[in-house]
């Protein structure tokens, strides 16, 4: 429910594509857009939905970045009260049992080139604040080109935009070089706590709502801990178990070295990539992490 780069940077694109098709157009999110990336919406476009509120009459709502609309949180329903048709753009494994009529790739690198794509076939044309969400969208979403989605496509779209005058430089501070005193020191704790799993093949760390709480940091300050378990030597599957406010856990995983993690993520009732992934466990954090561990080394 907490949007990232690809979902806003995405929204915007698409939201300069239609503003420029003389569209009346409303970005609606579940949740407040995080600092790094206003870069994307320096007008502050976007808006927070406040459970209560009634949403703008429109002909069409288009969801992207997930084809689940429970995903969406207390939006799902004002959304869905609406009654108007609607439009997934996304590149998440396909939860839908049809998908006529939406626009689902899994085997693009993000929702920003799905919405390239999607404007170029309109005979659109890509702005410098469209070409920044975008660039956005796809940097972050590929890890900075370093992904398995990342295709000879994926560069050629993200030149497209630098020749649209977008700054790499300034796109990378915005989003990378924001960082709190409060987010490092939490960052290092947690890395103290790495664990492997006999064979080597599983990596994993845990972060508790008294530390995160102690260092005051934010929920959103944890969301790219996972990657630093990426650069350990022969380890296929990486995951980060975050303990929530109310006791229940959050996991994150990431799939390495060809090793799908969708499924196991979905044991768990969650969803995402076959290589990137998570779900909301309602157990506390000890044994989420020790059925997850058993459920995961059990199967690699």
Known sequence: MQPDGDGIGSQMGLYGFLKSRGKEVFIINPSPTPEKFSIADPKGVIRTF?????????????????????????????????????????HHVKELKDTTGHLIDEKMSSSGELVYHFIKSEGGEVDLSMATALYVAIVTDTGNFRFQRTSPATHEIAADLLKKGVKPESVFQSIYSHDSIEKVRLLGDTLKSVQLSPNGKIAWVSITKEARKNSNATVEDTESFIGHLSVLKGVCVAALFREEDNGTTKLSLRGLRNQPVINFAKKFGGGGHQFAAGAKINKPLASAISEVIQEIDSKI
């Open 50 to 90: 406040v459970k209560g509120d009634s949403l703008p009459s429109v002909d069409a709502v288009i969801i992207v970045d997930t084809n689940e609309t429970k995903m969406l949180g207390d939006l799902a329903g004002a959304v869905e009260k609406l009654g108007a048709p609607i439009l997934f753009i996304d």
